[in-house]
């Protein structure tokens, strides 16, 4: 396991080396998940290019941290670990809240950033008030009173049968995550919006939606792909907001697909 101090937080990250002279893949994980969500597209992946997955602050086993957060706190903590790392220039790949810290990232840092790969995200995700009322339903309930809506937006009714073992996997997950480090991050999502920041991205882009997904639909997504000059968008079918989990295998073709032609004149170091 490998751990770092940065930003008054412990960081919990996974690198899995891969070829020198391929840029480094960054995954950064959704609301109420932790990084074991992208094991299914890190096997497929893994020997093609170097690999780097975190908890971000107040999920997993990283720190919780001063809450609430500002996107602004995970970009802090996302240069600070790729500084640590001597990461110089990546493709980041966020899903949802991740899919913003991506975008936040390059607003401040476009130097660190090769190329994106927004996940089920979007410039916007729901309203201020949508966001207020999660966070006094949980300070109320805990996260056990909404877990059920969340299932459904994130899982499509085939995963979330009684027969897959996974779909009570999942739910434990986000049942165990810090309460204050997911309020604090719905905080992040609520006060977050990258419209304006969308339009001026120039790195090749990917925009990438399951069918299904409840929390951010393909509409929304194909929306921010239109801000986004010459993004790619591609909808991973009989999936909803997590493909990495619901259809690993569909997802890796995509980001395969749009990151070869990216890397085929990478020649190797020295
Ligand atoms: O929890 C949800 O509704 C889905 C979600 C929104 C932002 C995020 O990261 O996950």
Redesign the pocket.
Request: glycine share 8%; proline share 0%; charged share 10%.
């Given at each position: 396991m490998q751990f770092v101090q940065l930003n008054g937080v412990t960081l919990h990250y996974q690198v899995i080396g891969g070829p020198a002279q391929r840029p480094v893949i960054v995954f950064i994980n959704?609301?109420?998940t932790d990084f074991r969500i992208w094991r299914d597209v890190l096997v497929r992946l893994a020997g093609d290019y170097p690999l780097l997955t975190y908890d971000k602050r107040g999920h997993g086993l990283s720190d919780v941290g001063q809450t609430p957060y500002s996107i602004d706190d995970h970009v802090d903590d996302l240069i600070g670990l790729l500084e640590h790392l001597d990461v110089r220039q990546a493709v980041i790949c966020g899903l949802?809240?991740g899919g913003l810290i991506a975008q936040g990232l390059y607003a401040r840092r476009p130097d660190l950033v090769r190329a994106l790969i927004l996940c089920d995200t979007a410039h916007k995700?729901g309203t201020f008030e949508m966001w207020a009322s999660r966070i006094n339903a949980i300070n109320e309930s805990g996260l056990e009173g909404i877990v059920d809506g969340?299932m459904e937006?994130?899982f499509t009714p085939s995963f979330r049968e009684p027969d897959n073992p996974a779909f009570p996997g999942y739910r434990n997950m986000m049942l165990r995550q810090p309460v204050a480090g997911y309020t604090g991050t719905c905080a992040a999502?609520r006060d977050a919006d990258f419209t304006v920041a969308a339009t001026k991205i120039s790195v090749p882009t990917l925009c990438v939606v399951g069918d299904q997904d409840g929390?951010t639909p393909p509409d929304l997504v194909l929306s921010l792909a239109k801000l986004i000059p010459s993004a790619r968008y591609e909808v991973i079918k009989d999936a909803g907001?997590i493909p990495c989990v619901e259809q690993p295998e569909a997802l890796n073709a995509v980001i395969e697909a749009f990151l070869s032609p990216l890397v085929s004149g990478d020649q190797p170091h020295g």
């Open positions: 959704s609301l109420g949802s809240v995700i969340v937006r994130w999502i929390a907001h």
